[in-house]
Nanobody, 124 residues
Framework: QVQLVESGGGSEQAGASLRLSCAAS????????MGWFRQAPGKERELVAA???????TYYAESVKGRFLISRDNKNTLFLQLNSLEPADTAVYYC??????????????????WGQGTQVTVSS
Protein backbone atom coordinates (compact mmCIF):
# COMPACT_ATOMS: atom_id res chain seq x y z
CA GLN A 1 0.00 0.00 0.00
CA VAL A 2 0.92 3.66 -0.29
CA GLN A 3 0.83 6.19 2.53
CA LEU A 4 0.59 9.89 1.71
CA VAL A 5 1.37 12.77 4.06
CA GLU A 6 0.66 16.39 3.11
CA SER A 7 2.35 19.47 4.49
CA GLY A 8 2.66 23.17 3.75
CA GLY A 9 -0.88 24.40 4.34
CA GLY A 10 -1.64 27.58 6.24
CA SER A 11 -3.45 30.90 6.31
CA GLU A 12 -2.59 33.59 3.77
CA GLN A 13 -4.02 36.79 2.37
CA ALA A 14 -5.31 37.02 -1.18
CA GLY A 15 -2.49 37.31 -3.67
CA ALA A 16 -0.02 35.33 -1.57
CA SER A 17 1.57 32.00 -2.44
CA LEU A 18 1.88 28.61 -0.79
CA ARG A 19 3.66 25.41 -1.67
CA LEU A 20 2.13 22.11 -0.65
CA SER A 21 4.11 18.89 -0.46
CA CYS A 22 3.02 15.27 -0.34
CA ALA A 23 5.46 12.60 0.76
CA ALA A 24 4.68 9.08 -0.40
CA SER A 25 5.89 5.82 1.05
CA UNK A 26 5.16 2.11 0.83
CA UNK A 27 5.36 1.27 -2.87
CA UNK A 28 7.03 2.48 -6.03
CA UNK A 29 5.93 6.11 -6.31
CA UNK A 30 6.84 6.50 -9.97
CA UNK A 31 4.12 4.12 -11.23
CA UNK A 32 1.24 6.09 -9.70
CA UNK A 33 -0.41 9.03 -11.43
CA MET A 34 -0.88 11.65 -8.71
CA GLY A 35 -3.27 14.47 -8.02
CA TRP A 36 -4.43 17.18 -5.66
CA PHE A 37 -8.07 17.52 -4.66
CA ARG A 38 -9.70 20.08 -2.42
CA GLN A 39 -12.89 20.20 -0.41
CA ALA A 40 -14.58 23.19 1.18
CA PRO A 41 -17.18 22.76 3.95
CA GLY A 42 -20.51 21.58 2.53
CA LYS A 43 -19.09 21.08 -0.94
CA GLU A 44 -17.97 18.11 -3.03
CA ARG A 45 -14.34 17.13 -3.22
CA GLU A 46 -13.01 18.45 -6.51
CA LEU A 47 -9.92 17.79 -8.59
CA VAL A 48 -7.45 20.67 -8.62
CA ALA A 49 -4.60 19.20 -10.63
CA ALA A 50 -3.15 15.87 -11.70
CA UNK A 51 0.13 14.61 -13.11
CA UNK A 52 1.01 11.42 -14.93
CA UNK A 53 3.98 9.13 -14.32
CA UNK A 54 6.96 9.05 -16.68
CA UNK A 55 5.69 11.67 -19.13
CA UNK A 56 4.54 14.01 -16.36
CA UNK A 57 1.60 15.28 -18.37
CA THR A 58 -0.53 17.66 -16.31
CA TYR A 59 -4.16 18.61 -15.90
CA TYR A 60 -5.60 21.65 -14.14
CA ALA A 61 -9.10 22.66 -13.17
CA GLU A 62 -10.17 25.81 -15.00
CA SER A 63 -10.46 27.68 -11.71
CA VAL A 64 -6.74 27.29 -10.96
CA LYS A 65 -5.21 27.12 -14.44
CA GLY A 66 -2.44 29.68 -14.76
CA ARG A 67 -2.13 30.11 -10.99
CA PHE A 68 -1.27 26.65 -9.65
CA LEU A 69 1.48 24.28 -10.74
CA ILE A 70 1.69 20.56 -10.00
CA SER A 71 4.99 18.69 -10.12
CA ARG A 72 6.72 15.59 -8.82
CA ASP A 73 10.34 14.74 -8.14
CA ASN A 74 12.21 11.57 -9.05
CA LYS A 75 11.93 10.11 -5.57
CA ASN A 76 8.79 10.23 -3.44
CA THR A 77 7.35 13.73 -3.33
CA LEU A 78 4.44 15.49 -5.05
CA PHE A 79 4.13 19.29 -5.01
CA LEU A 80 1.48 21.90 -5.62
CA GLN A 81 2.52 25.52 -6.00
CA LEU A 82 -0.40 27.84 -5.29
CA ASN A 83 0.10 31.36 -6.60
CA SER A 84 -2.17 34.40 -6.62
CA LEU A 85 -4.38 32.87 -3.96
CA GLU A 86 -8.04 33.81 -3.85
CA PRO A 87 -10.60 33.39 -1.04
CA ALA A 88 -12.31 30.75 -3.21
CA ASP A 89 -9.19 28.60 -2.86
CA THR A 90 -9.97 28.08 0.83
CA ALA A 91 -10.37 24.35 1.41
CA VAL A 92 -8.73 21.24 2.75
CA TYR A 93 -6.29 20.03 0.11
CA TYR A 94 -5.77 16.30 -0.31
CA CYS A 95 -2.94 14.46 -1.97
CA UNK A 96 -4.10 11.46 -3.99
CA UNK A 97 -2.59 8.50 -5.80
CA UNK A 98 -4.45 6.84 -8.65
CA UNK A 99 -4.07 3.12 -9.48
CA UNK A 100 -0.73 2.01 -10.88
CA UNK A 101 -0.39 2.84 -14.58
CA UNK A 102 -3.87 4.40 -14.54
CA UNK A 103 -4.81 6.32 -17.68
CA UNK A 104 -8.50 7.04 -17.17
CA UNK A 105 -10.39 10.07 -15.91
CA UNK A 106 -8.89 11.81 -12.89
CA UNK A 107 -11.92 11.67 -10.62
CA UNK A 108 -12.26 11.25 -6.86
CA UNK A 109 -13.98 7.88 -7.18
CA UNK A 110 -10.95 6.48 -9.00
CA UNK A 111 -8.40 7.40 -6.33
CA UNK A 112 -6.56 4.45 -4.79
CA UNK A 113 -4.90 6.25 -1.87
CA TRP A 114 -5.67 9.50 -0.03
CA GLY A 115 -3.63 11.69 2.26
CA GLN A 116 -5.18 13.15 5.42
CA GLY A 117 -5.39 16.65 4.01
CA THR A 118 -3.92 20.04 4.83
CA GLN A 119 -5.92 23.23 5.40
CA VAL A 120 -5.45 26.24 3.16
CA THR A 121 -7.25 29.42 4.22
CA VAL A 122 -7.21 32.56 2.11
CA SER A 123 -8.54 35.85 3.47
CA SER A 124 -9.48 38.90 1.42
Amino acid sequence: QVQLVESGGGSEQAGASLRLSCAASGRTFSVYPMGWFRQAPGKERELVAAISTVGRATYYAESVKGRFLISRDNKNTLFLQLNSLEPADTAVYYCAAFPRFYSGTYSADRVAYWGQGTQVTVSS
